[in-house]
């Protein structure tokens, strides 16, 4: 039809979303980049070409950066077994027989958490973390253990500790329900068959539903790497990177360079790292979901 | 035979177990928030494990009128229109894309697309420059813009999707009867990619309800800040006056609790769809 070549039409339709994308998206990337090799301050015109040296400063301060990378780097290690992994295998379980009339109960309620915004969830959890008022350690206490008084938040071997529990508890569920739609679309005649060719219940799991979700346990694994890399709100709300900086990591780092220390070079050095991570997550994804084809 | 059922029956019930056990460390977390804002500030600090003696609903009448009101006009108008800018630009990207005949068609698309591999993360500090020398920053806009941008790439990519499986030949009688390319847009595409626009609402709804980092960075003002910020004022602003904070939380959190119940289905078709964590 002639219509659909009509130039006039296609500029008009495409504009909005080409423009917004190239001046939010595309043009600050770039500036990042560009702004990375400066040394400047948030309300002074000034800025000195320093080429590397933001990031030689990161990297240099060996006992923080190795600090960031560990803390970001158990988010992804824990997220991956707890959200990748026990999810599927949850979905699995809610997908047999006896559980089918429970299902949507269990479903929905493991999913609430997500839909939570994330402010909410750690401020709650600072309540249940708090060592006078919280209910983790009265518990712990009311089960015999009178002396027990961890500082959870305030003690530095615990808190980054503390904000990845919270992520599990949150998103568990999530990566669950996908999970399980992914494992309703398997033909069901396949789990009938190996069940009567006498394969137990693991062994069907193990030799149908793992290969079988192959693609989709990848996608999940994928995806909650991306978000280990730049998590940022549980982490500002609940410790603020602290105490000193033993629940730093890549974003609360970025955050406190810019927004606290007013050097928004450092800051954008920090962008740059997190962009590289995650456009190697991201671009992965893309692949493994073929979101690029038709 | 036997002993082998009777094995499976204890997995069953362990199984079982698992779930209730996982359920509760979920649900009781949530109810104490319900429960502890209806307590009295002494009864908060003395029987945390307690029901309160007399609910003291007041305390959401206080959160709202002292604290959520004010930022709750925000995040809807700012969750509004993100969701109405993000819905339109994307349909109208994906009907160029799936239904018309150009050379840079898939550059286009791929153009859109790439924007699922920068995380806003990465565009913190220069958006908040940027914003700056637009005056924008510290504006209603300065979290539409933002919000609106990073949903058109996943946004595009549902509703494109969408419009592919569809068939054309509605749409092409309606030229051959002279209607122009606006009319067959709005009058007949999207009525009809209504289900996955829901999908996509939806979703676009929650992250920008529900975010944070720009909400802390580019809005200073009181007047402009969203929910999630002003939670975290509100903690300053009440003292330990717990209780209502509670009352705070849990208003908030219920909004997208109910859209949820209610929108279920559309929730989770677009959630996996794209498998596309906010």
């Given at each position: 039809m002639k219509v659909y070549r009509d130039k006039r039409i296609i500029i008009l339709y495409l504009f909005p979303a080409i423009a917004l994308m190239a001046l939010f998206v595309y043009y600050p990337l770039v500036q990042s980049i560009v702004f990375s090799l400066f040394k400047w301050a948030s309300f002074s015109p000034e800025k000195q070409w320093v080429g590397f040296y933001n990031y030689h400063l990161i990297v240099s301060d060996t006992a923080t950066f190795f600090t960031i990378l560990r803390n970001n780097f158990f988010y992804a290690v824990v997220s991956t077994i707890f959200q990748a992994g026990l999810g599927l295998v949850f979905a699995a379980c809610l997908e047999e027989k006896f559980m089918r009339g429970t299902q949507p109960f269990f479903r929905t309620v493991l999913f609430i958490p997500s839909l939570i915004a994330m402010t909410v969830?750690?401020?709650?959890?600072?309540?249940?973390?708090?060592?006078?008022?919280g209910m983790i350690n009265q518990a712990i206490q009311a089960l015999g253990f009178k002396d027990f008084n961890a500082q959870w938040l305030g003690d530095s071997n615990l808190s980054i500790w503390c904000c990845i529990i919270v992520s599990q508890w949150q998103y568990i569920g999530y990566c669950m329900m996908l999970d399980l739609v992914g494992i309703q679309k398997i033909d069901g005649e396949l789990f009938e068959a190996a069940t009567i060719d006498g394969a137990t219940r693991p062994q069907v799991f193990r030799y149908i539903t793992l290969p079988l979700m192959k693609e989709s346990i990848l996608v999940t694994t994928v995806v909650t790497i991306l978000g280990s890399v730049k998590v940022f709100t549980e982490v500002y709300v609940m410790t603020a990177g602290g105490?000193?900086?033993?629940?730093?990591?890549?974003?609360?780092?970025?955050?406190?360079?810019?927004?606290?220390?007013?050097?928004?070079?450092?800051?954008c050095a920090y962008a740059i790292m997190i962009f590289v991570l995650t456009f190697i997550c991201a671009a992965l994804q893309l692949k493994l979901s073929h979101t690029g084809e038709e | 035979m036997f002993a082998k059922?009777?094995?499976?029956?204890?997995?069953?019930?362990?199984?079982?177990?698992?779930?209730?056990?996982?359920?509760?460390?979920?649900?009781?977390p949530l109810s104490w928030m319900i429960i502890s804002s209806l307590k009295t500030n002494t009864e908060f600090f003395t029987s945390p494990w307690g029901l309160p003696a007399q609910p003291q609903w007041h305390h959401y009448y206080e959160a709202v009128k002292y604290g959520v009101a004010a930022y709750f006009f925000n995040s809807v108008f700012i969750t509004l229109a993100s969701v109405l800018f993000s819905v339109l630009f994307s349909s109208m990207a994906s009907y160029i894309i799936t239904r018309f005949d150009f050379k840079l068609k898939n550059a286009a698309f791929l153009f859109i697309l790439g924007g699922l591999m920068i995380s806003p993360e990465v565009t913190l500090v220069?958006?908040?420059?940027?914003?700056?020398?637009l005056h924008v920053y510290n504006t209603h806009w300065a979290l539409i813009i933002p919000y609106t941008v990073f949903r058109i790439p996943f946004t595009t990519?549902?509703?494109r999707s969408y419009m592919l499986s569809l068939p054309k030949a509605v749409e092409e009688s309606a030229y051959i009867d002279g209607c122009s390319t606006f009319k067959v847009f709005s009058r007949i595409v999207m009525p009809i990619c209504k289900p996955i626009i829901a999908s996509a609402a939806l979703l676009t709804a929650m992250t920008s309800w529900n975010?944070?980092?720009f909400a802390l960075v580019f809005v200073e003002s009181e007047k402009y800040k969203t929910i999630p910020i002003g939670l975290m004022n509100l903690k300053g602003q009440f003292g330990t006056n717990y209780p209502r904070l509670m009352a705070a939380l849990v208003v908030s959190a219920s909004v997208m609790i109910i859209l949820f119940l209610c929108f279920q289905k559309q929730f989770v078709r677009g959630l996996t769809a794209g498998s596309v964590k906010g």
């Open positions: 969830i750690a401020m709650l959890w600072q309540f249940m973390y708090d060592p006078n008022i105490p000193g900086r033993s629940s730093e990591v890549l974003a609360t780092a970025m955050y406190r360079a810019a927004f606290k220390n007013d050097e928004m070079g450092v800051a | 059922k009777i094995g499976s029956n204890a997995w069953k019930v362990f199984i079982f177990l698992l779930f209730a056990v996982y359920a509760f460390a979920i649900i009781y220069s958006l908040f420059k940027l914003e700056q020398s990519f549902l509703i975010e944070f980092m």
